[in-house]
């Protein structure tokens, strides 16, 4: 098994949204993936002409909780004849708030892997904060 990471586009979001979790890894805007010995802040992301190029790159999972704890949503990812799709809802009372109904990637509107699911779920919610 493999830990799953945020794709760059959804670290920039992380970044507008708050994110402030420390991470051993950071995201380039050519998708590269850097690992550091130990935990970096936001602080540490490389700029150039004062625009950020360089994101905290936590995994799927850091990203799910952290809008658990931190925002209130939830999201859920079921999986369905046409493949996977998700579910947001506010954390502490379960009050639907978006799906992802016709919105995926393959020809059942859904997507066909798990992570697909949870990385546009991840996406949604960020959008909605």
Same mark, same amino acid.
């Given at each position: ?10 670290? &920039?979001? /992380?970044? =507008? ?5 420390? #991470?051993?890894?950071?995201?380039? !805007? ?34 799910? &909780?952290? /809008?658990? =704890? ?5 999201? #859920?990812?079921?999986?369905?004849? !046409? ?9 502490d009372n379960g009050t639907h708030i978006a799906s992802s109904t016709y919105k995926g990637t393959n020809d059942g509107g859904e ?19």
């Open positions: 098994m493999t830990e799953e990471f945020i794709i760059f586009e959804t670290a &920039k979001l /992380l970044k =507008e949204k708050g994110f402030d979790w420390k #991470c051993e890894r950071t995201i380039d !805007c050519n998708e590269i993936i850097r690992k550091y010995d130990y935990p970096q802040s936001m602080s540490c992301c490389t700029e150039i002409n004062g625009e950020l190029v360089e994101f905290l790159c936590p995994t799927l999972y850091v990203v799910q &909780k952290w /809008l658990r =704890e931190a925002k209130n949503i939830h999201i #859920c990812i079921y999986n369905c004849a !046409c493949g996977y799709g998700y579910e947001i809802s506010k954390a997507w066909d892997a798990y992570e697909e699911a949870l990385e546009a779920g991840i996406q949604e919610a960020l959008k909605l904060i």
